[in-house]
């Protein structure tokens, strides 16, 4: 059975670095699209960024110019790392793939397999 571990959350000030990482395993996800989201107390899951299998990237505007998604096929590893963080970034980050290889969906609905998140908390 297919599953993605996220690791690398924690607390850190705000201005501060985190990179989050994403290990698959049961299958390869390495012709699939991957994506991070992310969910705050009260609020819906949001798209944060996502990463074709041909390497292609797209970001929301909240995070982009700030956050680097990549992936290593051979590891079957995504990544995020997460630059000049704020208190607004604080929430439990998902990582997801999609059976798609090339989506540019940002709807958590096209994404079939999650992993069980990951908390990153920026303070002030």
């Known amino acids: 059975q297919a599953q993605l571990v996220e690791s690398g959350g924690g607390s850190v000030q705000a201005g501060g670095s985190l990179r989050l990482s994403c290990a698959a395993s049961?299958?390869?996800?390495?012709?699939?699209?991957m994506g991070w989201f992310r969910q705050a107390p009260g609020k819906e899951r949001e798209f944060v960024a996502s990463?074709?299998?041909?390497?292609?990237?797209y970001y929301a505007d909240a995070v982009k110019g700030r956050f680097t998604i990549s992936r290593d096929n051979a590891k079957n590893t995504v990544y995020l790392q997460m630059n000049s963080l704020k208190p607004e970034d604080t929430a439990a980050y998902y990582c997801?793939?999609?059976?798609?290889?090339?989506?540019?969906?940002?709807?958590?609905?096209?994404?079939?397999?999650w992993g069980q998140g990951t908390q990153v908390t920026v303070s002030s």
């Open positions: 997801a793939a999609s059976d798609s290889a090339a989506t540019y969906s940002r709807s958590a609905n096209s994404f079939g397999h």
């Open positions: 049961g299958r390869t996800f390495s012709r699939s699209t």
């Open positions: 990463i074709w299998w041909t390497g292609s990237t």
